[in-house]
């Protein structure tokens, strides 16, 4: 799964929504809550990058925290609700 590259998936906008205090993602048939956690996540796949990236640059930016295990079974979990897709 880490050579692969993954993007967002289009049909999803991510935003910051204030009446929520948190970052949600908007599709055509609703909006999903995320956790500050989740959203980081997802802002690393604006841009298309393979996991193992992601995983770099987020431990670079949280130095001294494990996440290679977290980030993958986040992007496992965004797959399959078609959140990224392959790119």
Not at 17 to 31: I, R, S, T
Not at 68 to 76: G, I, L, N, P
């Amino acid at each position: 799964m880490d050579e692969v590259v993954l993007q967002r998936n289009p049909l999803f906008r991510l935003q910051f929504e204030k009446a929520q205090d948190c970052h949600v993602l908007l599709f055509p048939e609703g909006m999903v809550k995320l956790s500050d956690s989740a959203a980081e996540i997802l802002q690393q796949f604006e841009e298309p990058s393979s996991v193992d990236a992601v995983i770099t640059r987020l431990e670079t930016k949280f130095p001294g925290v494990e996440l290679a295990q977290d980030v993958r079974e986040f992007v496992e979990v965004a797959r399959d609700k078609k959140w990224l897709e392959l790119h």
